[in-house]
């Protein structure tokens, strides 16, 4: 039942977001009891109400959906997200505390081709993100609330945060593994090996 509800829950958060109507949202696949308590989770939300403010990554979908669902992760294993149930009911935060870290394969310098396709590594804490190539020596800075879209590099007129960025992510790099050695999945996962 709480997973059926949670699966529910999620489907009318989602459904406001991309524009779908009320009426579409409190019939969807909804019968008896179940209607009640999914429509009243989902307008406690504040259904139709965008946020606009609030940074969310889906690395804290596992937190927010086990909260939600009342059930504990287990306590050898620490998430690389934040549960944002309070971000769900509408009741998020523009700061975001626990920083997002990111690495990708690509080529520097950038090509004309792809001129937006040059990131490497990328961390993002409360509302600014650093992005930077390979070696980091090219690096841009951007406050995602102001400016969502990434349009201005800020590193110039804010020296002091692009470098408190760049620290943070040299700090991550160095616990991250020389290369990868295939193992990368929880031992909760699958207690056998496979063949």
């Not at 109507?21 to 308590?37: H, K, P, S, W």
């Not at 406690?44 to 669902?69: M, Q, T, Y």
């Not at 790099?173 to 295939?182: D, F, N, R, V």
Request: with cysteine; glycine share 6%; aromatic share 6%.
């Amino acid at each position: 039942m709480k997973t059926k509800l949670l699966s529910l829950f999620m489907l009318g958060l989602a459904l406001p977001s991309f524009g779908v109507e009320q009426d579409y949202v409190d019939r969807a696949i909804l019968t008896g009891e179940q209607e009640n308590e999914v429509i009243a989770l989902a307008q406690e939300c504040g259904i139709g109400k965008v946020d606009r403010a609030s940074i969310v990554s889906a690395v804290d979908l596992l937190p927010a959906f086990c909260e939600i669902a009342g059930v504990q992760l287990p306590a050898s294993y620490q998430p690389d997200g934040i549960s944002q149930v309070a971000t769900l009911k509408g009741k998020g935060t523009a700061r975001r505390k626990k920083p997002l870290f990111w690495k990708a394969v690509a080529p520097w310098p950038d090509r004309k081709s792809k001129p937006d396709h040059w990131v490497s590594y990328a961390v993002v804490s409360e509302n600014w993100k650093l992005v930077t190539n390979g070696d980091a020596k090219h690096a841009e800075l951007d406050d995602l609330i102001a400016d969502p879209l990434e349009k201005t590099d800020l590193k110039a007129k804010h020296p002091g945060k692009a470098n408190q960025l760049r620290k943070m992510l040299a700090q991550w790099q160095g616990t991250l593994p020389a290369k990868s050695t295939g193992e990368v999945f929880s031992n909760l996962r699958n207690t056998e090996k496979t063949r």
